[in-house]
């Protein structure tokens, strides 16, 4: 019985050995690629920037390890803390595509630095304490999501955003943008989702919103417009449309009942 027992024991231990070498090799070929030096050092100034203080520069940034992307928990979508990257480049090397960092407490700023990522298209930093503005250095991205919705961003929202032509999705939400929507958004043709309540926003909506033809999200209530609602025309997409306190005068137009609401 003993010796049946060790046997077995044995196997098992052998067994063992063989799996994790096995998924050891297998690991490490997912984790082959790697950031070039100039990505890892602006990633230190963004880590400085937004006030992040628990990224492991020892860790590979790209591998896959739960420092630098911490698996979502189903129960907790508010919360997020993941940085991915795609290696599918030559020679191993690896860029940052997306960074989402959602209720991380974070006390910095929007990070210029953000730029310094040639491959960023994904930018998610809802609900933490970052103040300021939008970055200059970000009007040379190519951002197509963008999602800075609930910090203590100030200020107009700046006419450089309108560079981002890339951008599929703006969230602005509940910060304290004031002033005017800037006509230059007009020029973000690939806009899907435009949300801007909860902010003290004013004057009139921009005639050159109408050059958003691929919108199917608006949202703009809770804040301090004037003039009427536009005409809708050329917002045949538009799907969800939220103008609640949002300060602008009715009649919703004849075209209202064209929409899929
Ligand atoms: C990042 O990668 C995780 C795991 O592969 C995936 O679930 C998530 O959607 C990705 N996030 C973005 C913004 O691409
Ligand atoms: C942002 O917060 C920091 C630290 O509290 C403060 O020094 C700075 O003046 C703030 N900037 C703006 C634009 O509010
Ligand atoms: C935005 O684009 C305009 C027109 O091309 C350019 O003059 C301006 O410098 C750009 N702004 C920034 C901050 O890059
Ligand atoms: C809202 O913006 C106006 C200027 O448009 C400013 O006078 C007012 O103080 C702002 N209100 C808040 C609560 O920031
Ligand atoms: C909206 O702005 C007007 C002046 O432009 C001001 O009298 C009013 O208090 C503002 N309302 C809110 C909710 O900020």
Same mark, same amino acid.
């Given at each position: 019985?003993?010796?049946? =027992? ?33 990505? $890892?050092?602006?990633? #230190? ?27 979502? #928990?189903? /129960? ?20 940052? $595509? ?12 929007? &990070?210029?630095?953000?730029?310094? !990522? ?11 304490? =970052? ?21 203590? !961003?100030?200020?107009?929202? &700046? ?12 969230? @602005? ?11 230059? @958004?007009?020029?973000? /043709? ?29 949202? @703009? ?17 538009? /799907? ?22």
């Amino acid at each position: 019985m003993t010796i049946i =027992l060790d046997y077995s024991l044995r196997l098992l231990v052998t067994l063992t050995l063989i799996l994790s070498s096995l998924v050891f090799i297998e690991g490490t070929g997912a984790q082959s690629g790697y950031l070039p030096k100039d990505e $890892v050092d602006a990633l #230190r100034e963004i880590a400085e920037q937004l006030g992040k203080r628990d990224w492991d520069f020892s860790l590979n940034p790209c591998d896959g390890n739960p420092n630098w992307a911490t698996p979502m #928990r189903a /129960e907790m979508p508010l919360y997020t803390n993941t940085l991915n990257c795609s290696c599918s480049f030559p020679d191993n090397v690896c860029h940052v $595509v997306s960074i989402s960092l959602k209720g991380q407490d974070l006390d910095g700023v929007l &990070p210029p630095s953000l730029a310094k !990522l040639p491959h960023i298209k994904y930018i998610a930093l809802f609900r933490n304490y =970052l103040n300021g503005t939008i970055p200059s250095e970000w009007a040379s991205t190519k951002l197509e999501y963008l999602s800075v919705g609930v910090n203590l !961003l100030s200020g107009r929202i &700046p006419t450089y955003l309108g560079n981002i032509t890339s951008l599929i999705y703006v969230s @602005l939400e509940s910060n304290m943008f004031y002033g005017a929507i800037p006509a230059e @958004l007009g020029k973000l /043709e690939s806009l899907a989702s435009l949300i801007l309540n909860a902010n003290n926003l004013s004057g009139e909506l921009p005639m050159e919103l109408n050059n958003l033809i691929k919108l199917q999200e608006l949202r @703009l209530s809770s804040n301090n417009f004037t003039g009427k609602f536009p005409s809708l025309e050329t917002w045949s997409h538009l /799907e969800k449309l939220e103008i609640q306190g949002s300060g602008l005068e009715g009649p919703i137009p004849e075209s209202f009942s064209f929409l899929r609401i």
